[in-house]
C-alpha cells in the first residue's frame, strides 16, 4: 500500500502540510528538511509538481487612480498613501501585475476612466479617499473590472475595500468608557469625503448602542490640514467653556493638530482631556505625548485589492464583493482616566 501523505510527515517528523507543500513546489519548508521529504516521496511513488511544468501566469495591467479633490492626501505630512501604495506593489509583484498610476480630478475622472479602459488596463483600482461626490461618475461603461478603495459605495455593484470602522470605534469608546469617559466628542473633516461621512456615522451609531449621548455641539468640523485645524480648534476652545472628557478623530493628523492646540490652550493631554486619532501612521510616534490611534492595515487594503482585482480579471471571481478590514487600538499616552 502505498504510503499517505501522513505517513510521510511521521517518518519525516513534520506536519502533513509541510509534506504538501514540497509535493506542490511551494515555499515554506527549510533547506534540509524539503531534501529529506523529497527523498520520502520520491521512494514511495510521489511525482513532485515541477515549476517548469506550471503554466506561467499571464501579466495584467492594472490602472490605479488617485483621485485629488483639494490634494490633501500628499499635503497632510503623514505616510497614508504610501502605505497603500506600498501594499499594492507588494501585492502586483506576486500577482505578476503591471500597475500604472494615474491622477484624475471631477473634471476628468470620467475620461480617465473611459480612457483606461480602451486596452490600455485589464484593472482599474480607484482611491476613493478624497471622493466626496456620489457614485455617477464612477458608473461609465467600464469594459474592465473596477475596485473602489477606502470609499463606501454600498448602492453599486462594484467590488469595495474599506476600513471596519463600527469595530474600530467600538474599540475606541470602549477604551475610553474604561477609563471613565462618558461625554465624548468627534473630531472630523469638514470636507466628508472617502470613508469619512461613514466613520462619523459609525461613531454616533456606536455611542448610542453603548447608552451614551451624542453631543452636537462637541462634533467639530474641522480642515483636514493641520494648520487650519489647529485654527478652527482654537476658535472652539474659545466658545465653549465645557469640554468633553476625550475626544476620537477622524484620523491622526487631526488628532494631533487637537493635542497641540489644547496642550498650547493649557489643557494637559490625557490628564484633563484624552485623544485618540484613527490609521496609526507614522507621525504619532513622534510628537509628546505619543498618540494614541486606531491601526488600519493600509498596506492589507492596497495588497487585498490587487490579489481580488487578479482574481476577477482572471474570471476566478464573478460575484461582488464589499470587504472591510478589521483594525487594532493602539494605546499609547494621549488617554487617561478620566478627570473627575
Known sequence: MKCTIRDIAKMAGTSPSSVSLVLNNKPGVRKEMRQQITKLLQE??????????????????????????????????????????????????????????????????????????????????????????????????????????????????FD?????????????????????????????????????QNRKEAFCSVMNKLGLKVWPEHIIYLSLLQEEAEESLEQYLETFQELPTAFIACNDVIAIAAVGMLQRAGYKVPEDISVIGFDDSGVCEMIVPRLTTIHADLERMGSLAVERLRNVIDQKASEVLKMTIGTRLVCRETTGPAKE
Not at 506593489?89 to 480612457?115: F, G, H, I, P
Not at 474600530?168 to 472617502?194: A, D, F, P, V
Request: proline residues 1%.
Open 160 to 196: 469595495c475595500i474599506n476600513i471596519d470602522n463600527l469595530q474600530s470605534h467600538y474599540q475606541s469608546i470602549r477604551h475610553l468608557m474604561e477609563l471613565g469617559h462618558r461625554k465624548i466628542g468627534y473630531l472630523t473633516s469638514n470636507l466628508e469625503s472617502g470613508a469619512l
Open 44 to 157: 514511495n511513488g510521489y511525482t513532485l509538481r515541477s515549476q517548469e511544468n506550471d503554466e506561467k501566469q499571464e501579466t495584467k495591467r492594472i490602472g490605479f487612480i488617485y483621485y485629488k479633490s483639494s490634494n490633501w492626501i500628499a499635503r497632510r505630512k503623514d505616510n497614508f498613501l504610501l502605505r497603500i501604495l506600498d501594499g499594492v506593489e507588494s501585492a502586483c509583484q506576486k500577482q505578476n501585475c503591471e500597475c500604472t498610476m494615474v491622477n484624475a480630478n471631477y473634471d476628468d475622472l470620467e475620461r480617465v476612466l473611459q480612457d483606461m479602459t480602451k486596452g490600455k488596463v485589464d484593472g482599474v483600482i480607484f482611491l476613493g479617499t478624497e471622493y466626496a461626490h456620489d457614485s455617477r461618475k464612477l458608473t461609465v461603461n467600464l469594459e474592465v473590472p473596477f475596485l473602489c478603495i477606502d470609499r463606501y459605495f454600498d448602492e453599486e455593484d
